[in-house]
């Protein structure tokens, strides 16, 4: 998939439906796995830091996604 502006909208999708396949098996077994990789004391604190760690890229791809296009420039955009 070039970023050359001809993206097509099957393009998105595709990759939507592989995003969603993997988040519907990733989400519920890291739910398992938190409470069998920490001791009783610890299962809170592991759990807050997973959903913390999982929220970072919400907030850091979009950051990270401007600069890019702020420094570099979009693909449809020659300098």
Same mark, same amino acid.
């Given at each position: ?5 001809? *993206?097509a909208?099957?393009h998105?999708v595709?990759?939507?439906a592989?995003?969603?396949?993997? *988040? ?14 920490v001791?009783d004391?610890?299962v809170?604190? /592991?759990?807050?830091?997973?959903r913390?760690t ?5 907030v850091a791809?979009?950051?990270l996604g401007?600069?890019?296009i702020?420094?570099?420039?979009? /693909?449809? +955009? +020659?300098r």
């Amino acid at each position: 998939m070039p970023l050359s502006g001809h *993206e097509a909208v099957w393009h998105f999708v595709v990759l939507q439906a592989a995003y969603g396949t993997a *988040e519907a098996f990733f989400t519920p077994s890291i739910a398992g796995f938190v409470p069998q990789l920490v001791d009783d004391g610890g299962v809170r604190q /592991a759990n807050a830091l997973v959903r913390m760690t999982a929220s970072l890229p919400l907030v850091a791809g979009p950051v990270l996604g401007g600069l890019l296009i702020a420094f570099v420039g979009s /693909a449809g +955009h +020659h300098r």
